[in-house]
């Protein structure tokens, strides 16, 4: 019964609120992923795009002004992960928080001596557990323009990753998904990765992606949607991991 009431309130969401079909065109062109999809892939995206704009808080900061076609934009960016997987999946955080450009937060670490230290390192994007997503707009508007790029993707695969726990590139699988294959596929590639850098190979990917598994599982999955074709080529069984994980078919 609650599902039942959960989605009539979603269809009266949808008929009360829609997207202007200027916006979504223009979210559409902006949008590479979204443009790659058949029409009623399409169609449900816009639906996602929809509900996840009334579900979701969007919050600029310092100076910070998105109109209607930014943030529909950035809706349809993001519910491009959860196309298949519905936007439950999306549960437990209420908000993203939007930085002109990339974002310099104040860490503090002890090291082995127990002596603290504070880094300061930009930023483009960043995932917090049950807390908020937060982006570079500078960034998000710089999606696709160097391939396989996508910081809001990247950080939507965070927040996928983390719903079984801290990030660890080990996100809950399908009932029919094989963990072992998994974990073989993902430490296989890593493994493999990591000695062509070390034997200065160029790599297929970006190599942020080796800083740690869930960086790996976030820069696999940007290309995953934004250049299937060339994860394919070099990844295929991430690519295939990938596939089975999104319940999509990008290439």
Known sequence: MFKLIRNWRERRVVAQHPIAEDLWRKALQRCAPARRLGASDQATLRVLATLFLHRKSIEPVEGVELDDADRVLLATHAC???????????????????????FVPR??????AGVEHQT???????????????????????AGRKPGHN?????????????????????????????????????????????????????????????????????????????????????SEVYRQLELFYRQHPY
Do not use: C
């Open 151 to 235: 910081v809001v993707v990247h950080e939507m695969a965070h927040k996928l990753d983390m719903l079984n726990g801290d990030a660890n590139g080990f996100p809950p699988l399908h009932r029919r998904m094989d963990r072992r294959a998994w974990s073989a596929t993902f430490t296989g590639a890593w493994d493999r990765l990591r000695d062509d850098r070390s034997n200065g190979l160029a790599l297929p990917i970006d190599p942020y992606a080796l800083e740690s598994p869930a960086e790996f599982f976030a820069v696999t999955s940007e290309q995953f949607f934004e250049t299937p074709a060339v994860l394919r080529q070099h990844l």
């Open 120 to 142: 300061r390192t930009a930023m483009a994007g960043e995932a917090w557990g049950r807390g908020p997503v937060i982006l570079s707009w500078a960034d998000v508007l710089d």
């Open 107 to 112: 860490r503090t670490h002890t090291d082995a």
């Open 80 to 102: 491009i992960p959860i196309l298949k997987l519905g936007l439950d999946w999306y549960d437990g955080w209420h908000s993203i928080v939007v930085y002109p450009d990339a």
